[in-house]
């Protein structure tokens, strides 16, 4: 039984446009601009598809050259809707010249040589190559969200640039080449319904990519303290974890610093609420602006902060903290315009090697901030 093209380009536009329909809801809803992206390239593959389905029917203007360059557009649109969801650079310039570069080769295949077989190389070759860029900005993310997450919507793209060179294949071997897309042997029809498929399951892919972000979201919302922005001791407990199992591995030092806002309750009653959660966020952001990107820093609670450095000997990490005490802690102003300011107290340690946790440092540190506190605040003591 032959496949009738037609056909299959409309029933396949159809169920495309009913995901988009959902997509496009989604999009409207959250208002995330990766859901935007990908919405327009389900509407791309529909609009490409409905157009296909018209041949012989509408002007080739709409259903040869609108119509493969929708359908590439619908790459492109997911290619920039991952990137934005991955906070990647968008190449918009780079893209729009692709697109108007795609219009013009097939303008002048269809109406300076109407070469149908060369229409078909064009097309095919690119969806192999973006397809195969789709899959490789996904598969860079893999150590991130897992096969779980990825493997619908990399194995559609690899898919697609598997039928891009099966297509070319057939396109290249055949005896008799077909002279347009409705005289297109089974082989290739049989490619267009899987392509087809490739671009409907990829949708569902969208989704699952969606769905990843938002855990991810709130993953970090339950690890994260929101008047600092640091790490909460739920997050800093798992990171620490994971800095306590590569220090094992590696055997390189790990320091561990704990800092206490000194006289913070006097803060409180006598600026006010407002001043002490002040003072909290300018601690935070002096401790972004002081430490290493790679450095775990969190807030344990009230005015107790907790700092690990990595590949750091005791020195190294008291020098450090000196650096933070000295920094700039003015972080408002009183009433009569007076700056607000406060010291901190610290304690610092070293892990040994017959520490049998990270808390066995910290422990220690704890009790360097306790004698720093005895001996008159705004000092670092060794623990």
Same mark, same amino acid.
Request: charged letters at 20%.
């Given at each position: 039984m032959n496949l009738h093209l037609p056909t299959v380009l409309l029933f396949a536009g159809l169920l495309t446009a009913v995901? !988009?329909?959902? %997509?496009?809801?989604?999009?409207?809803?959250?208002?995330?601009?990766?859901?935007?992206?990908? !919405?327009?390239? %389900?509407?791309?593959?529909?609009?490409g598809m409905l157009l296909f389905a018209l041949r012989g029917t509408a002007p080739d203007l709409l259903t040869v050259v609108m119509a493969n360059v929708l359908l590439l557009g619908n790459l492109l649109f997911t290619l920039s809707g991952y990137q934005r969801l991955f906070d990647q650079p968008v190449p918009v310039r780079a893209m729009l010249v692709l697109a108007l570069l795609q219009f013009g080769v097939y303008a002048w295949l269809t109406f300076g040589v109407d070469d149908y077989n060369s229409r078909v190389l064009v097309f095919n070759a690119t969806l192999a190559v973006l397809s195969a860029a789709s899959a490789l900005v996904l598969r860079q993310q893999s150590r991130r969200l897992g096969w779980m997450v990825l493997a619908l919507p990399v194995g559609a793209h690899l898919l697609q640039a598997l039928l891009g060179l099966v297509r070319i294949g057939l396109t290249l071997q055949s005896n008799e080449p077909a002279t347009n897309l409705m005289a297109a042997s089974q082989g290739h029809v049989v490619a267009i319904m899987l392509n087809t498929l490739a671009a409907m399951a990829l949708a569902f892919g969208f989704l699952a990519l969606h769905a990843s972000h938002l855990l991810e979201a709130l993953e970090l919302q339950a690890a994260t303290d929101p008047l600092t922005g640091l790490a909460n001791r739920r997050g800093f407990d798992r990171a620490l974890a994971l800095e306590w199992e590569r220090h094992q591995r590696r055997g390189s030092p790990l320091a561990v610093m704990v800092i206490d806002i000194d006289h913070f309750k006097q803060i409180n009653d006598t600026h006010g609420h407002a001043a002490g959660d002040a003072a909290l966020r300018h601690l935070g952001q002096v401790l972004r602006q002081h430490l290493r990107p790679y450095d775990l820093s969190g807030r344990l609670g009230g005015e107790e902060f907790c700092v690990v450095e990595a590949d750091t000997d005791l020195e190294g990490a008291r020098r450090s903290a000196e650096r933070l005490r000295q920094s700039d802690l003015v972080f408002g102003h009183d009433a009569h315009g007076q700056p607000l300011s406060m010291t901190v107290s610290m304690g610092v340690a070293l892990v040994s090697v017959d520490d049998q946790s990270p808390h066995d440092a910290i422990r220690r540190a704890d009790a360097a901030l306790y004698r720093a506190k005895q001996s008159?605040?705004?000092?670092?003591?060794?623990?």
């Open positions: 995901i !988009t329909l959902g %997509l496009g809801l989604l999009a409207w809803r959250e208002r995330r601009a990766y859901l935007v992206h990908w !919405t327009a390239a %389900l509407v791309s593959t529909f609009v008159g605040r705004n000092r670092v003591e060794i623990g």
